[in-house]
């Protein structure tokens, strides 16, 4: 019976689970790449259709054509006075400085809003209201605060993306269970306590659901806004420039670095933030 007993351990020990992480990852890439050939799929069968059917005097990009300048300008060729890495880098930091203002005010924002259900309800009103207004219609009151230049694009994109931060924190925080909540109370924490290791913690997803949404509109935003406030380096910037000049395949370059950056941050640095706040929170659903 005791060797029984032991032959059934050690099978036990020797039983491991399977790590389909890499697995994972190949699956997640394949249908990344098949939905990036479907993207240039339909835009070859446009860009076709439209050059034999369609053209009077300009021809609309084709992918392949786009794909070469996009090399020579990735490989020294100057876009509009400047490197393309000049133009990304200055689009770039306009939107980190943009978004880490909005994320700030989002989330602290939505931690007051979570503070009570009075406040909540208050709060509630101006944010929606915030959130009801386009980003580009904030150019009159940033062109009064700011003038023209770098200002005024960070404060555009500020404003686009505080309002879905604030309203995902403070949803997260108020989906907390009431008996979490009063179990930390009869222990006796305090208010930041009580935030800091029962709050947050719980309303993580939704936090980094609110990020997500919030970076997607300063992206966006910040494109719009390069194109109108006056900067003279940016992707957004070179867009109209080069749509004033007729050269559609630098603006379909810059589209598609857009598309390249946007899709890094969401599906590279957020996904993974999400995935790991989703484990360490048990959540994560298995396939």
């Known amino acids: 019976m005791h060797e029984r007993l032991k032959g059934t351990s050690k099978n036990t020990d020797s039983i491991t689970l399977k790590d389909d992480t890499a697995e994972r990852i190949v699956k997640g890439v394949l249908i990344f790449f098949i939905g990036v050939l479907i993207v240039f799929a339909v835009w070859f069968v446009v860009a076709w259709y439209y050059n034999t059917y369609q053209m009077h005097a300009l021809a609309f990009p084709e992918p392949i054509e786009t794909l070469k300048q996009m090399w020579s300008y ?21 939107w980190v400085i943009g978004y880490v203002i909005a994320a700030l005010i989002g989330i602290f924002t939505g931690m007051a809003l979570a503070s009570s259900e009075r406040v909540y309800q208050i709060g509630m009103v101006p944010v929606n209201i915030l959130q009801m207004i386009p980003g580009l219609a904030w150019i009159p009151v940033a062109f009064l605060l700011f003038g023209l230049g770098n200002n005024t694009a960070i404060f555009i994109i500020a404003m686009s993306a505080i309002s879905p931060i604030a309203i995902n924190v403070a949803a997260g925080i108020r989906k907390v269970p009431r008996v979490n909540v009063r179990t930390a109370q009869m222990v006796g924490i305090s208010k930041i306590q009580m935030f800091d290791r029962v709050l947050l913690p719980f309303a993580t997803v939704d936090i980094v659901t609110g990020l997500r949404i919030g970076m997607a509109n300063a992206w966006r935003m910040l494109i719009a806004a390069e194109m109108v406030v006056g900067v003279a380096v940016g992707l957004g910037y070179t867009i109209s420039q080069s749509v004033y000049m007729i050269d559609y395949v630098t603006s379909f370059v810059c589209i598609i670095l857009i598309c390249i950056v946007g899709l890094f941050i969401d599906k590279v640095v957020f996904a993974r933030i999400e995935e790991y706040a989703k484990k360490r929170l048990g959540t994560e659903g298995n396939e």
């Open 74 to 94: 990735l490989t020294g060729e100057k876009m509009l006075r400047y490197s393309i890495y000049t133009h990304l880098s200055a689009s770039v930091e306009r």
